[in-house]
């Protein structure tokens, strides 16, 4: 197995893609994404972490989280999070995700992919342009005409605060390198 380098730094920002086993369009279900923000919410109580992007798409999201000074567990809040779901998930709607053998061997249900890409945010403009592809992402996959349109996203936040005006249309997003932004 690949022994992989994740970068930690404590008190990081960091940009996170997970996405779902085989792509399976989970969170076009609505009991799903209620289940995956109570375990964010249940997660967040004992492993703190700011969320300053968010934006959920029906097979996988991204989010730009910071957390708090003198930590850099991110892995244990992912975990944690894709645990609580799976279970919760699987009780709510009374479904039972079949594992392929090697998931069965570690009790894994099949929600998730195991990993999930993480970039450690390096400064502001690192920062504005990851926050950019984050929230024009569901007009780049095609699930909405306008990045306003796409209700599960922190962009709705961000034009309340000024930063982006509600009909921001992601032009921004030819000025990105999409290579340099994971998914």
Not at 37 to 64: G, Q
Not at 95 to 112: H, K, M, N
Request: hydrophobic content about 35%; charged content about 25%.
């Amino acid at each position: 197995m690949p022994n992989y380098r994740r970068a930690r730094v404590q008190g990081g920002t960091y940009f996170f893609t997970v996405v779902t086993h085989k792509r399976k369009p989970l969170f076009s279900d609505g009991s799903a994404r209620l289940c995956l923000r109570e375990a964010i919410s249940s997660v967040h109580i004992n492993y703190p972490f700011k969320i300053d992007a968010f934006c959920l798409l029906p097979d996988h999201l991204h989010t730009i989280w910071t957390l708090p000074e003198g930590d850099e567990n991110f892995s244990k809040r992912w975990r944690a999070i894709k645990s609580h779901f799976s279970r919760r998930f699987r009780e709510q709607v009374n479904r039972y995700a079949a594992p392929t053998g090697s998931r069965q061997v570690r009790g894994e249900l099949t929600f998730w992919q195991r990993r999930f890409w993480e970039h450690l945010i390096r400064d502001e403009n690192d920062f504005r342009r990851h926050l950019d592809y984050i929230h024009f992402n569901p007009v780049k996959h095609g699930y909405s005409e306008s990045v306003s349109d796409w209700p599960w996203s922190t962009f709705h936040r961000y034009v309340n605060e000024g930063v982006y005006s509600n009909d921001w249309s992601g032009i921004a997003m030819e000025k990105i390198d999409l290579n340099s932004v994971g998914e």
